[in-house]
């Protein structure tokens, strides 16, 4: 097995980008939302419907992911995963009604959630084995693909059709996946499960694993859901929210997830220094409370700047709550632990798109949002009530 720094090194870079082309993908199909609504005449309830093909192909393939890399290896159940993502990002603006976009979008649902756990389970092994806790460095990728994506969505809204710009995103990603793909083929995974902690404390290194690790994970899992409801909000909504609410242009409301994202990604490229400096604990109880806030203002602001203040602010807070999570996951039980902690996050987005959908509906798409800022009070609180029984 690898355990050269080369190697290490190497591996960590090929984990890296498909990270960040997973964000890159993702957000390339969030920003062009509006455009697929206008094409498929969905209301509000019937968007929030179709929509939840994404979290619930996520969330159904996600303990099979968990058995598949157990069997297989994480590493080429992500590459096999990547090449599905691209291939079906290609597939909403091919349909013009609901039914149809919920059809395929289970589809690209089920192989973002896959990867999600395949290179989230790589990643815990990685950093087992480097013994810091880089896991926020990996999702800082995600989001920096995030911004990139979500930026270049933006740029192309009035230029190209949806299904031009989707396919033109298809293609890049097969193509990066067919390079940053030999390399993770070529590594195993760097260490085995069993290990211990850094002399300097469970902030530095990787807690071995603790009876009752199961229950734990649970715990980790409420705390992923809180935010994966946050960010799958934010995708999913935030750019209609914009232009619907605060009379945004196209280019703008697509520069809202863009905000977001880069806020996630200082956040999380800062996510080490900040564990090693405050330790799990007192990250996440300050990031759930600063969401809180910034969701507040993101989605009651009355003005666009403001609105897109409130989002950053919410990246922030958001950012280091998820790798938290998933890390402590996996060094409990493995890519198990990975599997029940991402169910358990993604039933979040799951929950998060008709929810929202059906809130505003009854109320308004701003009120709907502050229930944003509510779970991230509610990953505060839990932080708080688990710092010392959870190892958080």
Known sequence: ????????????VA??????LDGFV????????????????????????????????????????????????????????????????????????????GAVLLLFGAAYGGINVAFNSAAVDLVAALRRPVMPSFHAAFSLGGMVGAGLGGLVAGALSPTRHLLGLALIGLLVTAVAGRVLLRQAPPAPRDRTPCARGETDGVAPRRTGGRGLVVV???VALCTAYGE?????????????????????????????????????????????????????????????????????????????????????GLANLFPVAVERAGA??????????????????????????????WFSLPTALTSVAALSAVAAVIGVCTRRTAGV
């Open 332 to 361: 409990l039980t493995g890519p198990s632990g990975v599997a029940v902690a991402s169910t358990l996050g993604y039933g979040g987005m799951l929950l998060g798109p008709p929810a929202i959908g059906f809130m505003a509906d």
């Open 1 to 12: 097995m690898p355990g050269g720094t080369g190697d290490l090194t190497r591996l960590r």
């Open 232 to 316: 799958g909000a934010m995708a999913d909504w935030g750019a209609l929210h914009l232009q619907q609410d605060l009379a945004a242009s196209s280019g703008v409301a697509a520069a809202g997830y863009a905000c977001f994202a880069l806020a996630m990604t200082l956040g999380r490229a800062s996510g080490t220094t900040l564990l090693e400096r405050l330790g799990r604990a007192r990250t996440v109880i300050g990031g759930g409370g600063v969401a809180a806030l910034g969701m507040l203002l993101g989605s009651l602001a009355p003005s666009v700047w403001a609105a897109l203040i409130g989002f950053a602010v919410t990246g922030l």
């Open 15 to 20: 984990l890296t980008t498909f990270f960040a």
């Open 220 to 222: 980790f899992g409420l």
């Open 26 to 101: 993702f957000a390339g199909w969030v920003v062009r939302i509006p455009a697929i609504k206008q094409q498929t005449h969905a209301s509000a309830g019937a968007l929030g419907l179709a929509l939840l093909g994404v979290s619930a192909g996520a969330v159904v393939t996600m303990t099979l992911t968990g058995r598949l890399c157990r069997r297989y290896g994480s590493h080429p159940v992500t590459v096999v995963c990547a090449v599905l993502l691209c291939l079906s990002v290609s597939l909403p603006p091919l349909t013009h009604s609901a039914p149809a976009l």
